[in-house]
Nanobody, 130 residues
């Protein structure tokens, strides 16, 4: 299976970007797709995740109300809509898939811990600058 991210680029503070993640290749049973980012000099962190079975979502606090994750089942594409981008949002954004059932986390929404994700895309750069 392959995950390919698109849509990165340069945007001004307050602007918007939409990042698609296309899933393709041999069947791979995954439960959650997540978006992650690595800021310059930082570690990879979970941004938002979506459960494939019921589209429940979770977000890191810093993006709540600004970012929206969604899924098009017909095209096997997961989107991250990023609005009101801030100077602290730049980095390389990755999508990843997890085959671990427990991260669906039925009580509180999918878990976005990077080390629980099996398959990763190559990443796309997001830069926020005026």
């Amino acid at each position: 299976v392959q995950l390919v991210e698109f849509g990165g680029g340069l945007v001004q503070p307050g602007g918007s970007l939409r990042l698609p993640c296309a899933v393709s290749g041999p069947p791979f049973h995954y439960y959650v797709i997540g978006w992650f980012r690595r800021a310059p000099g930082g570690e990879r962190e979970g941004v938002s995740c979506i459960s494939i079975s019921d589209d429940r979502t979770s977000y890191v606090d810093s993006v709540k109300g600004r970012f929206t994750i969604s899924r098009n089942n017909g095209t096997d594409t997961v989107y991250l809509q990023m609005n009101s981008l801030k100077p602290e949002d730049p980095g390389v954004y990755y999508c990843a898939a997890s085959s671990l059932r427990f991260i669906v986390n039925d009580d509180a929404g999918p878990i976005c811990w990077p080390h629980e994700y099996d398959v990763w895309g190559q990443g796309t750069q997001v830069t926020v600058s005026s």
